[in-house]
């Protein structure tokens, strides 16, 4: 797979960093991943302005990546190269050499990778991770490189034969999983943490609240215990990738599946993608 790197295109075996890099020695960096669908990106324009959010807060040259149409411009030259019409797109902006506190340069990486596998009627097994938390702060929403957090509570998982598991914050509550946002039904409502809590601002998540109350559904974000969660009559995890997933056993309870399908049937037949 060829790379873009800084407006290059690169052999994907590239050396790209430098002992010195910011991003690997700190994790100084932002990142997002846009599904490619038929050479369309979907939901581009959220994607760029949770990604310009985070460059602003972590002091990355905006200008770098340029506006939305530029962006999209070098994702698509990237896929033609790659010969790809579906794909996962991966941007990655850091600050390239220095120490902690110098203000360095910008840099980013566009990669393409493949979509994985999502076999229809294939559902989750999910459980509480109770081994770190998610501090609910300034930087809690963003998708940035410091991923360790995640990075532990998808081990942990793996470790259990799970498929992904539940990450609380410092207070205890339901922030999200390792790749997703957390969603639980109960008497027919659809209750997910509100950004307050800690979650990433997932762009599925964003659409979902906007256009699940257009089809008749009545969602709420609240502040979410893991009692809640477990007492959950359905649990469904979402990202920009997979969409929805249903939980169909979480802590070795049984759940069904019912209202995530017809999630799914419902967005698909008002010609959502």
Not at 233 to 256: A, M, Y
Request: proline share 3%; net charge neutral; with cysteine.
């Amino acid at each position: 797979m060829l790379l873009n790197y800084c407006g290059k295109l690169l052999p994907g075996d590239s050396p790209l960093f430098t002992a010195q890099s910011k991003l690997v020695k700190y994790g100084y960096g932002v990142f997002e991943t846009i599904r490619c669908k038929a050479s369309q990106l979907l939901r581009l324009d959220a994607h760029y302005e949770r990604l310009e959010s985070g460059m602003k807060l972590l002091f990355l040259d905006c200008s770098l990546i340029g506006n939305p149409d530029q962006l999209k411009a070098q994702i698509i030259d990237l896929l033609k190269a790659n010969e790809k019409t579906d794909a996962v797109v991966r941007i990655q902006v850091f600050q390239k050499e220095g120490r902690l506190s110098d203000m360095t340069e910008t840099g980013f990486l566009i990669s393409v990778q493949e979509v994985p596998v999502i076999h229809p009627g294939k559902y989750l097994k999910a459980g509480f991770y109770r081994g770190a938390v998610k501090s609910m702060d300034t930087l809690s929403n963003l998708k940035h490189s410091n991923y360790l957090p995640y990075a532990l509570t998808a081990m942990y998982a793996s470790s259990q034969s799970w498929d992904d598991a539940i990450l609380l914050n410092q207070e205890g509550r339901v922030c999200d999983s390792s790749i997703a946002n957390v969603f639980a039904v109960k008497q027919n409502v659809i209750y997910t943490p509100t950004l307050e809590e800690g979650c990433v601002a997932g762009v599925f998540r964003k659409f979902l609240l906007e256009t699940l109350p257009k089809l008749g559904y009545e969602i709420k974000e609240i502040k979410m215990t893991d009692t809640f969660l477990q007492e959950a009559e359905e649990i469904f995890l979402t990202n920009t990738v997979r969409g929805i997933q249903s939980v169909e056993n979480f802590e070795n309870r049984r759940l069904p599946v019912s209202f995530g399908k017809m999630i799914v049937k419902d967005l698909d037949q008002a010609g959502f993608q």
